[in-house]
């Protein structure tokens, strides 16, 4: 197949910038550009709509942006603001996504928000005042100078601002009275003077130091934020804050997890992303870093802190080739054809398209780049920042020089990886210490490549499998060997032989290089079930002996007992990235107590020091189990480095369901006196044992390790890193074992003494807790109120809140009937027989609670927790709540709920008196602000209590209906019923239309029966309630399944009628469209066939299918339509082209006819204008000649209606017109040399009159046509004509002597005797002088009375009379 | 620290990526490794007006702010204008907790990089006896997270 080349179908882009500043992109000058060169891929555009919809919904919200370096944070930053505040800027006008600008363009611009965006790179560090608060204070102040100056000096933001605002406008006398002594003793002068001299921001400094406005001040996060929203909402009429931090991994990196500062700044993001706007303060809060979250922060629910927004992550890993190629290149017109083509040819020749599910939309976001590309490119650049290698935007910058590369474009073929090795910005980053060694191996590889033994032109395909390998080897991680097989090498370095095919050259030139010892490896493995072989590069390094400088380091950390007991602590908290693979390959997924570590206090440079870890204890965390009872109970795990008498006491929290103590070294007391501290019998103590000497020898290799790789950090001194790292990849998994042996060798300790082996409970890291807690809570709760064997899985608090749904809800979630099946029965609140029907009869739990109630007016529900959440019953506080509800439901007894907390019923209305009743509940919905509703709340007694006949009938209508138990359900069914009959009646007359319409289009008529059917159908959606319904169905159908039979008649119409304008425009399009190829007219032919009428409505369920096949025949249609419609076009256009260099040549033919004095011109001539302009009109060009659009509604271009059938016909009349302009030119070229004309030019041009006449002189003589239009202009036309209409004059003299002579003296009686006389003298005088100059002159005479007469002409050149 | 050698080697990359970096050495040594490299030298102390000083720490640490601002704002650059500013009397932006940010923010970009000039050193002054030198002081404080991305020096 022959293709179009690329540089015929994309346009490269000016060089794209990749460093974008926050603060410059949301300039006014930047927003239109930046908001333009953002792609909104699917993912970006969910990203978006997620945060849009918060604001135009005016909820606020705090949303985390991670990605890794250079991944488009700030660009996604960027174009979100610019939408948000640059609207009089027009920036939705070049959204370049049409989903996102139809649904927010216009709800945006209705919201009003104040914008406060930073980056926090650069920012120096202070170590009095390195407080997040500070930054956003004085970034707010920015913020309001740059948006609303006008609110510069209304707005307080510091504590001196506000400490001065709160002298003038609110202390007291008597405050005022202090501040006075204040300044009079500090300054020596009234606070008024001190205002006066030093201003009022000093003035607020000093009174914020005199400490007299503390706690008028705002100083709690919360109420600072929520005052400066108040008065910038309220002062500048704002709706709402946008708040957006760039680069806060930065700050990150400064302030380490356990620190003051670090917790400070949770405070402050959980305070904007949460506390606020669950205060109805709409805050939005994007935070963009490349670091986590802190997982307090986390949640990722709506509502939660901060919602995750990953950009690039591996999920939407296609952005990234689609965000590169959109930021490199243009396409041209009609590029979807050529790329198809492409596309279509490698779905055919090679796998990588099926193989990869790369669709035509994709392939086309990234032409010309073949998608291995990207993949190759990404993995390089995903590991810049532990490398300082390539970044993710260096990816955009080799597209887009490898784009530059001339050759490329004008080549057939896709762009491979191996020609972005090339680009400048690939070079840089091979040069890079990392890649440095193997890169010269290539390039020594490459330089040995005219040895081997292949035709000369298969080396330049050996050098793009070589870098192609190279490449893909250098992108696997350290820790991963794979390689291509001789197909996908073929696919990443596009070979092409038309003799052998593709796989097979590859295999021809692999062999050849395996062979010729060039660095590439073939070996065996196994994919999906064959064996196959694969080739990879092979990167050597050398190697050194390292070991002299390992064993002194060793011997130093054996004598260090103190460091060593310092890194075993250290190393119980490991976490996953701290251990080696080779221990994750063991089973271990971090230190022995790794999901309990502390928080740590080292700084970052501590820790890049190797500083120890700093942990503060006792740490507390969250465990549950569900060993016992098949109910998760949850607990906790306290972590120290000593034993406390707190650790013993009761648990008294009914969340809390046991406490494991875990000691991370032997205690100082005895195992007795640690057991009779324990005051509750679901606590158990974990004791090591001494450590032994195999520990400390592991806890020394490590030590000298680490302190090796500290040592030998010079690039030169890569293998004794590497040695270190292996003795250190040794230590750690060794010293993991050890871990658990001294812990087995410890003691697990508990009130009455159940005697837990703890070589049982250590014998590995997974479910310890869950078992540990798991053997307390099984003796502790031997009593349970429910029937835990009845519980089909593992109960959760989660459940719980399902099980609600499920129970209470009149049209439960799927989830909430699962649940219902799963749980009901065991909770006792349904029957074994109808496990989803609520029915608590035998609920031994309701029992209790009824005693606990029973002779109480009031019962608070923390009471029946407290009281239920203990042993022996093993409820959790979840259920002791869902107990409470089944009690509401089976009626008597009311929950009041806590008031104000905003709980609404799920149909948006407040709950009656605050009070949860047996009608009330199912509307309820149990969520976090049902959660908060139920603190505080109290049960009180209660003050307050045949459809299924017609359910046969109804269910013909709607299958979902069910039975009514209750007057409430007996209501709610019939409301459902009329409902149904409510869209029954509208529907039916559409149905009806449109099949009578349908029938008209497809050639069919409506089958009486349907009219009829429809008919009383109408009827029957007229009725007001279930009774009328069913005797109007009951009248028309006397029997059920005659009922059903025809209303199955309706539903098959009403499908029809669903597809009923899809098929008219199939059926349009089918009998409009041409015969553009055989194939495809006669399958045309046989699909308008399969689309009749009678039998769509017959079986409707084939509609689908027909639209199917159209859709495929539609496909190949447009293809083939738009590719002869290009071709008849281009034709046309290289015949307009012709016709343009002719109309240059018939302007000049037709000013040299206007010539009159030339004589007439050539006949054949006279029409060569409307031959023209004819042909002008036939050679038009469409304007969508290089893609028609056809892809619609139009089978042919709606620009020209081109039909194959339609030739380019002008070819024969454009070269009659050359020819005749040719004659007609070459005529008047004769005329122009003509002796006697030629003379008159030739002395006029002598003269120098006439500008152009001697260039047009020059043109006659050559008879050269094609200047002839470049002179021959208007002016030079009326010159030469005048030239030559003046040469036919003569001047002659007549002198009135002789002829005075001759009349004589004239008397009265002679007057017209006289006149005659002169008459015809003067006659005569004219006849002589025409004798005298021929017959073709005109003469023109001048009377004269003496002999000094002189010629008009003479006098002309300075002569006279 | 990387050498003199490795920041020539930098100097001549087409394009940069958020680089503020600082070079511990002479400004001649510096002058030398831009050999070729179209650059301008800025010294912080020409924001400031002899006659017109600020009153005291927070005015200073303003108008260093403002002042650098529009500075680097009017510094035109472009794929065809590559230009590397040479920063000088860089302890300013410690002394008055500026840190780089402006740098980042109006400056640095795919065309534009800077150069923090920390002449040195230090530690060879004279200082009397009651004086102690910290002379990492200002490098800590550049080489702390997120300030400057690379350290190169005269002297490895």
């Known amino acids: 197949m022959k293709f179009r080349e690329l540089g015929k179908i994309i346009s490269v882009k000016s060089e794209p910038q990749t460093t974008p500043s926050l603060q410059q992109v949301i300039t006014r000058g930047k927003a239109r550009e930046t908001v333009r060169d953002y792609l909104f891929t699917p993912s970006l555009r969910a990203h978006f709509k997620r945060v849009l919809e918060c604001i135009v919904h005016r909820t606020g919200q705090g949303f985390w942006v991670q990605a890794e370096y250079g991944a488009g944070k700030t660009h ?28 927010y363009s216009a709800p945006v611009s209705k919201v009003r928000m104040f914008p406060v965006a930073f980056s926090l790179r650069g920012m120096g560090e202070s170590s009095e005042s390195d407080s997040l608060m500070r930054v956003f204070e004085e970034q707010i102040k920015e913020s309001i100078r740059e948006f609303a100056p006008e609110l510069e000096e209304q707005v307080k933001v510091t504590s001196a601002e506000l400490a001065a605002r709160w002298y003038l406008e609110e202390a007291t006398e008597d405050e005022k009275a202090g501040v006075t002594n204040f300044f009079r003793r500090e300054h020596k002068c009234t606070p008024e003077e001190y205002r006066s001299q030093s201003g009022l921001k000093k003035f607020g400094q000093e009174l914020v130091r005199s400490k007299l406005p503390e706690g008028r001040l705002r100083g709690k996060y919360k109420e600072r934020f929520a005052f400066i929203y108040e008065q910038i909402a309220t002062l500048g009429g704002y709706d709402g804050m946008v708040f957006v931090v760039d680069e806060f991994r930065s700050w990150q990196d400064r302030h380490v997890e356990g620190t003051a500062a670090y917790a400070e700044d949770e405070e402050i993001l959980e305070t904007l992303a949460f506390v606020l706007p669950s205060q109805h303060l709409n805050i939005i809060t994007l935070i963009a870093s490349q670091g986590d979250m802190p997982q307090k922060l986390s949640g990722g629910g709506e509502g ?11 999920k939407n890993k296609g952005d990234f080739g689609e965000i590169v190629v959109f930021r490199c290149r243009d396409l041209a017109k009609g590029a979807a054809t050529d790329i198809k083509d492409y ?51 260096s990816g955009l910058r080799m597209a887009w020089e490898t784009l530059g590369n001339q050759s490329l474009l004008k080549g057939h073929r896709l762009l491979t990886i191996s020609d972005l090795i090339r680009t400048a910005e690939m070079q840089k980053g091979l040069s890079h210490e990392t890649y440095r060694d193997s890169y010269q191996n290539l390039c020594g590889a490459l330089e040995q490549l005219p040895q081997l033994d292949v035709a000369p032109e298969e080396r330049e395909q050996a050098q793009r499998i070589l870098e192609a390998l190279y490449l893909w080897s250098i992108s696997l991680p350290d820790n991963l060997r794979d390689g291509l097989t001789a197909q996908e090498v073929a696919e990443a370095a596009w070979l092409t032989d038309d003799a052998v095919g593709s796989t097979a050259q590859a295999e021809h030139l ?39 400088y390992f064993a002194p380091l060793k011997k130093k950390a054996k004598e260090d007992i103190k460091r060593q007991d310092t890194k075993w602590i250290e190393g119980l908290f490991w976490q996953l990235a701290d251990l080696t693979k080779e221990a994750t390959e063991e089973g271990f997924t971090g230190g022995l107590f790794s999901d309990f570590r502390p928080p740590d206090a080292r700084s970052t440079r501590d820790v890049q020091d190797g500083k120890p870890a700093v942990f503060s204890f006792p740490h507390r965390a969250g465990a549950s189990t569900r060993r016992v009872n098949k109910t998760a109970y949850s607990g906790e795990v306290v972590v120290s480095d000593r034993w406390r008498e707190e650790f013993g006491k009761e648990i008294e929290n009914p969340d809390q369901h046991f406490r494991l103590v875990y000691l991370t070294d032997q205690p100082t007391v005895d195992d007795a006196k640690i057991t009779a501290d324990l005051q509750d019998p679901r606590i158990a103590v974990c004791r090591p044992e001494t450590l032994s000497e195999d520990t400390r020898e592991a806890l020394a290799d490590l030590l000298a390790a680490e302190q090796m790789k500290r040592n030998c950090s010079a690039p030169s001194q890569s293998t004794l890193r590497e040695y270190a790292e292996e003795k250190r990849r040794a230590a750690v998994k060794t010293l993991l074992k050890c871990q658990q042996d001294e812990y087995r060798r410890g003691k697990v300790l508990t009130q009455k003494g159940y005697g837990i082996p703890s070589t049982e409970i250590f014998r590995s890291t997974k479910g310890r807790e869950e078992d540990l807690a798991g053997r307390l809570l099984e003796k502790a709760y031997d009593t349970p109120l429910f029937s835990s064997k009845d519980l089909k899985k593992e109960f959760t608090d989660a459940d719980t809140k399902k099980l609600f749904s499920g129970l209470f809800h009149k049209e439960p979630a799927n989830a909430g009937k699962d649940a219902a099946r799963n749980f009901a029965v065991g909770l006792e609140l349904a029957t074994k027989s109808h496990p989803t029907d609520f029915n608590p009869a035998s609920s031994q739990a309701l029992a209790k609670v009824r005693e606990q109630v029973t002779g109480r007016a009031d019962l608070p529900l923390s009471d029946l927790k407290a009281a239920l959440c203990r042993p022996p019953y093993g409820l959790t506080e979840s259920m002791v709540t869902l107990y409470v509800f089944a009690l509401i439901k089976s009626g008597g007894f009311e929950l009041v709920l806590n008031p104000n907390t905003g709980f609404t019923l799920v149909n948006g209305k407040a709950l009656p008196g605050d009070r949860l009743t047996a009608h009330t509940l199912p509307l309820c919905e149990w969520n976090a602000k049902l959660d908060r509703a139920l603190l505080g709340s109290r049960l009180v007694a209660s003050v307050h209590k045949g459809w299924n006949e017609v359910l046969p009938y109804a269910r013909i209508l709607d299958a979902d209906l069910k039975p ?42 409506v089958p009486q029966q349907l009219k009829e059917v429809c008919a009383r159908l109408r009827g029957l959606a007229a009725a007001g309630s279930y009774q009328e319904f069913d005797a109007a169905a009951r009248e028309s159908w006397a029997e059920k399944e005659a009922f059903a039979a025809a209303y199955e008649q309706y539903d098959k119409a009403r499908r029809l009628r669903d597809r009923a304008f899809h098929l008219s425009q199939i059926i349009g399009y089918l009998r409009k469209a041409c015969d553009v190829d055989n194939a495809i007219e006669i399958d045309r032919l046989a699909l308008l066939e399969t689309l009749k009428f009678e039998s769509l409505l017959n079986n409707p369920s084939v509609i689908g299918a027909r639209e199917r096949t159209f859709d495929d025949w539609k496909a190949r249609y447009v293809q083939a339509y738009r590719k002869s419609h290009r071709a008849y076009y281009e034709v046309i256009a290289e015949l307009a082209a012709k016709l343009e260099t002719l109309r240059p040549k018939v302007q ?73 302009v040719s004659q ?12 006697s004309i030629a003379a008159i030019l030739k002395k006029a041009t002598t003269e120098g009159k006439g500008s152009g006449l001697q260039e047009l002189l020059d043109i006659i003589q050559l008879a050269d046509a094609d200047r002839l239009a470049g002179v021959l202009n208007d002016d030079l036309i009326a010159f030469l004509r005048k030239v030559l209409y003046d040469e036919n004059l003569v001047d002659e003299q007549v002198f009135l002597g002789p002829i005075l002579q001759q009349i004589g003296p004239i008397e009265e009686t002679r007057v017209e005797d006289a006149i005659a006389t002169f008459t015809k003298l003067l006659t005569k005088a004219i006849k002589d002088a025409k004798a005298k100059h021929g017959p073709g002159k005109r003469v023109r005479v001048f009377l004269r009375s003496d002999d000094s007469w002189i010629s008009p002409l003479d006098q002309q050149k300075g002569g006279g009379t | 620290m990387k050498t003199a050698a490795d920041l020539a080697a930098l100097f001549r990359q087409r394009t940069w990526d958020k680089d503020v970096v600082l070079w511990v050495g002479s400004e001649r040594a510096l002058i030398e490794a831009l050999s070729g490299v179209s650059h301008t030298v800025f010294d912080l102390l020409d924001l400031f007006d002899e006659g017109h000083l600020p009153m005291d720490d927070e005015e200073t640490r303003a108008q260093l702010i403002n002042g650098l601002r529009r500075t680097l704002r009017t510094i035109e650059t472009s794929p065809e204008r590559r230009t590397v500013l040479v920063v000088k009397s860089i302890g300013l932006l410690a002394r008055y907790r500026t840190g780089v940010k402006e740098f980042y923010d109006w400056f640095c970009g795919d065309f534009a990089m800077v150069v923090l000039v920390l002449e040195g050193p230090m530690e060879d002054c004279l200082w009397p006896d009651d004086v102690i030198c910290d002379s990492d002081r200002l490098i800590d404080y550049f080489q702390a997270p997120a300030v400057v991305k690379q350290v190169f020096g005269e002297r490895e």
């Open chain 1, 1224 to 1235: 007609g030119l070459a005529d008047r070229f004769q005329r122009f040399k003509d002796a």
């Open chain 1, 343 to 393: 596309y279509d040819y490698c779905r055919k020749e090679y796998r990588f398209i099926r193989q990869g599910n790369i669709s035509l939309d994709y392939f086309t976001a990234i032409f010309p780049f073949q998608p291995r590309c990207f993949d190759i490119l990404r993995r390089i650049t995903q590991s810049d920042e532990q490398n300082n290698l390539p970044t993710i935007r």
């Open chain 1, 510 to 548: 692999l062999e050849q290089l395996v062979q010729g010892g060039f660095p590439v490896r073939s070996e065996k493995r196994t994919r999906e079930g064959k064996e196959v072989t694969v080739f990879s590069y092979e990167i050597s390094a050398t190697r050194e002996s390292p070991v002299k």
């Open chain 1, 964 to 1005: 009514a138990n209750t007057p409430d359900e007996e209501q709610a069914r019939n409301d459902s019923l009329l409902t149904t009959l409510a869209k029954l009646n509208v529907e039916n007359p559409g149905v009806e239309k449109s099949m009578a319409d349908l029938a008209a289009v497809l050639g069919g008529a």
């Open chain 1, 76 to 103: 996604f930053l960027g174009t979100l603001l610019d939408l948000l505040i640059w609207g009089e800027e027009k920036v939705w006008d070049v959204v370049g996504d049409a989903e996102i600008k139809s649904e």
């Open chain 1, 1148 to 1220: 000049a033919l037709l000013r040299m006819n206007s010539i009159v004095e030339l004589g007439p011109p050539l006949a054949v001539t006279r029409g060569v204008e409307a031959e023209l302009k004819a042909l002008s009109n036939a050679l038009w060009v469409c304007p969508d000649s290089t893609a028609a659009d056809v892809a619609g509604k139009d089978p042919l271009c709606p620009k020209c209606q081109w039909r194959p059938n339609q030739k380019p016909s002008a070819e024969d009349a454009l070269s009659r017109l050359t020819t005749v």
């Open chain 1, 304 to 314: 939660d802190r901060f919602i995750p927004l990953y950009l690039l992550a591996d």
